[in-house]
């Protein structure tokens, strides 16, 4: 059973960086896209930033280009996500997903609140 779990959320001023990951288990890390999406109050869900699992290459929105780095840490058991420079608009709750072919995971959320 695939599970996801986030960390690393919480409250920081603008311009601030914050770290997350998310701890993944339960399917073959090479197998998947891990993605990172967000959601704020009133929007639709976004995709921010995915990495391969089978040759690590990434892509980023426009939205958080070159202040967002994803990566794969610890023997590809983590993904974390440095965001950097963080804007208000920054501010939504942020997920983990796991995708392969048409199958879905996701986890529970972490809340990024970025204070102006």
């Known amino acids: 059973e695939v599970q996801l779990v986030e960390s690393g959320g919480g409250l920081v001023q603008a311009g601030g960086s914050l770290r997350l990951s998310c701890a993944a288990s339960?399917?073959?890390?090479?197998?998947?896209?891990i993605s990172w999406f967000r959601q704020a109050p009133g929007k639709e869900r976004e995709g921010i930033s995915c990495?391969?699992?089978?040759?690590?290459?990434?892509v980023y929105a426009d939205s958080v280009k070159g202040r967002f780095t994803i990566s794969s840490e610890n023997a590809k058991t983590t993904v974390d996500l440095q965001m950097n420079s963080l804007k208000p608009e920054d501010t939504a709750v942020y997920y983990c997903?796991?995708?392969?072919?048409?199958?879905?995971?996701w986890g529970q959320g972490t809340q990024v609140t970025v204070s102006s």
């Open positions: 997903n796991a995708q392969r072919v048409s199958v879905q995971s």
């Open positions: 339960g399917f073959i890390f090479e197998d998947y896209a």
């Open positions: 990495i391969s699992g089978s040759d690590s290459s990434t």
